[in-house]
């Protein structure tokens, strides 16, 4: 089953070209990691996805649908500066906002029980970044695309993130953009580099100049070039 298809998909603002026109697809199931530049239209791809912006040109399909077709089954995890942390809400309300029914599952699966009566703005930056996670995977999503969750905070809350993306495989179709190059090469199961065209590699083909921004086709033919290779 196809979750993305993407073909020759052209986004511009006022004129100007942010994306241009590319093709790809992603399976069902699969974890696909982001990556490319600032600027590059790594924003601007999630918000296609999720019918916050249509193509200029372009055939865009999730599961079949175009994204406002499908807009209940897709879940958002932003980055936590762009969420609002004064806003009077409990972490159990934060989760129950995906689904009160599945409220509990998730923040048990993320280790919140102990914390669900605190108020959303006292959480320290790996648990808040939790909850998040927890509300959008309480609405039962086929696709869930995060916005570099692990970003800044601790490195138990950034492992429990990670451990949970990756038991959920083959069952949710994940999205994930990042800058740790380790996490996607050891974790994801395709890349995706953005940087005005997008180009699909495996993560065996990533250059270890990507950890350095630059983000340019991978130096296959070049020895010693592969992170993790003698």
């Known amino acids: 089953m196809t979750a993305i298809d993407w073909k020759e998909v052209l986004f511009a603002y006022d004129g100007q070209p942010i994306l241009l026109p590319s093709s790809f697809s992603i399976p069902h199931g699969k974890w696909v990691g982001i990556m490319g530049p600032n ?3 790594k924003t601007t ?3 296609l996805l999720m019918g916050f912006l249509k193509p200029l ?3 865009l399909r999730i599961y079949g649908k175009t994204p406002a077709e499908n807009y209940p089954n897709i879940s ?3 980055q936590l500066l762009r969420f609002d942390r004064d806003f009077p809400i409990t972490l159990e309300e934060v989760v129950a906002l995906g689904s009160e029914e599945k409220r509990d599952l998730w923040i048990q699966e993320l280790g919140l029980d102990s914390h669900r009566k605190k108020r959303f703005g006292e959480l320290s930056g790996g648990l808040a970044q939790r909850t998040l996670l927890a509300r959008a995977l309480a609405s039962d999503p086929t696709l869930l695309l995060l916005d570099e969750p692990t970003a800044n905070i601790d490195p138990p809350s950034a ?5 949970l993306l990756e038991s959920l495989k083959n069952k949710v179709t994940i999205l994930l953009v990042t800058h740790d190059v380790k996490t996607v090469i ?7 580099s953005v940087q005005g065209k997008i180009q699909l ?3 065996q083909e990533v250059c270890e100049h990507f950890a350095m921004g630059l983000y340019h086709t991978p130096l296959l033919d070049l020895p010693h070039s592969h992170w993790g290779q003698p």
């Open 39 to 41: 600027g590059g239209g």
């Open 45 to 47: 791809l999630l918000k």
């Open 57 to 59: 040109k372009g055939h």
């Open 76 to 78: 958002y995890v932003p």
């Open 159 to 163: 492992a429990a993130i990670l451990n």
């Open 186 to 192: 050891e974790r994801v199961d395709q890349i995706l």
């Open 201 to 203: 590699y495996m993560p």
